[in-house]
């Protein structure tokens, strides 16, 4: 996760200072300095230090926060954590203007939103010899051939304003689809024939169908949690029945004249012939964030049509 908050402050431009320091802040790690951020501000016009936190099995207690404290450079200071705090070493923070903490959901809440809206992925196309780069941006990121990634229609932050949620923690996340691939064969009104092939999207949240763009794929991702719906797959006969009217197609007749108001009277159906299509699926992910409420709460926000569904 370290190797990702770099590659974020690199892919927009934000160079991170190196910061030597004269003591081991624990697994507290200093990942470098800068002058100013669009995600926090602070009363005193110092230098921010980002402070990354890695995993761990236990929060963090006021007594490591106390300790990070005698030895602190002086200015302002931003943690990212993948710990969170306990009561105690939150009281604590609260009570110092310099500190801002950014805890697990909010961290990767961060994260996520900043790989679903592609802030990340221009890095992953920059020519580099350097094996390490290469191998832990390999590491961070699916790059699955075999799965494609759909980017979000849904802007998180006025979704959450239009409705009051602006304090609601949320989590991003992948929900699984299929993406059908067809081939068969159109009918012309005349009985001609001709070869076609189809890209089908089958969504079990929305239980629908739809037609695929290339131009809607986000190229790189994070390895996001996967979450399935608890809908089932559509049935053959279901799935056949949606299919239809997606394939069959109108065309213009042939040696119409060219007046848009002919063309709408000599427009003629392309039938698919059902009896002739081959179909294979692959996984396909559409974006979306798992939104926790007070009172323990979730719900599942889909990145797509922006409709909220039950987190089961």
């Given at each position: 996760m370290e190797e990702t908050v770099r590659a974020l402050f690199a892919s927009r431009g934000d160079i991170l200072n190196s910061e030597e320091m004269n003591f081991t802040p624990f697994d507290f790690k200093c990942?470098?300095?800068?002058?100013?951020?669009p995600e926090v501000h602070f009363s005193e016009d110092y230098k921010i230090f980002v402070w990354y936190i890695p995993k761990g099995i236990l929060p963090i207690d006021v007594n490591e926060i106390e300790r990070w404290?005698?030895?602190?450079?002086?200015?302002?200071?931003?943690?990212l954590s993948e710990r969170n705090l306990t009561s105690q070493s939150e009281l604590l923070l609260s009570k110092l203007d310099n500190i801002q903490f950014w805890d697990s959901p909010l961290f990767s809440s961060w994260i996520g939103k900043a790989?679903?809206?592609?802030d990340i992925e221009s890095i992953l196309n920059t020519k580099t010899d350097d094996v390490t780069t290469?191998?832990?941006?390999?590491?961070?990121?699916?790059?699955?051939?075999?799965?494609?990634?759909?980017r979000p229609i849904v802007d998180l932050e006025s979704w959450l304003d239009n409705r009051g949620w602006a304090t609601v923690n949320t989590i991003p996340i992948v929900l699984e689809c299929k993406l059908?691939?067809?081939s068969g064969s159109l009918v012309g009104p005349s009985g001609e024939m001709e070869s076609k092939n189809w890209q089908i999207i089958e969504d079990p949240w929305s239980e629908s169908t739809g037609e695929f763009s290339n131009d809607e794929v986000l190229e790189s991702y994070l390895n996001l949690r996967k979450i399935k719906s608890s809908n089932s797959w559509l049935s053959n006969e279901k799935l056949f029945k949606n299919l239809k009217p997606l394939l069959d197609t109108r065309r213009i007749q042939k040696g119409s004249e060219s007046s848009s108001k002919v063309k709408s009277m000599l427009l003629e159906w392309w039938r698919a012939d059902l009896d002739t299509i081959s179909m294979s699926s692959s996984i396909l992910l559409i974006p979306g964030w798992n939104l926790q409420f007070e009172g323990g709460d979730e719900q599942i926000l889909h990145g797509r049509n922006g409709k909220l569904y039950d987190n089961k």
């Open positions: 990942i470098g300095s800068i002058f100013a951020l404290l005698v030895d602190a450079p002086q200015g302002n200071h931003w943690f790989v679903l809206n592609g290469q191998n832990y941006f390999k590491s961070i990121y699916n790059q699955d051939v075999e799965t494609i990634f759909l059908w691939s067809i």
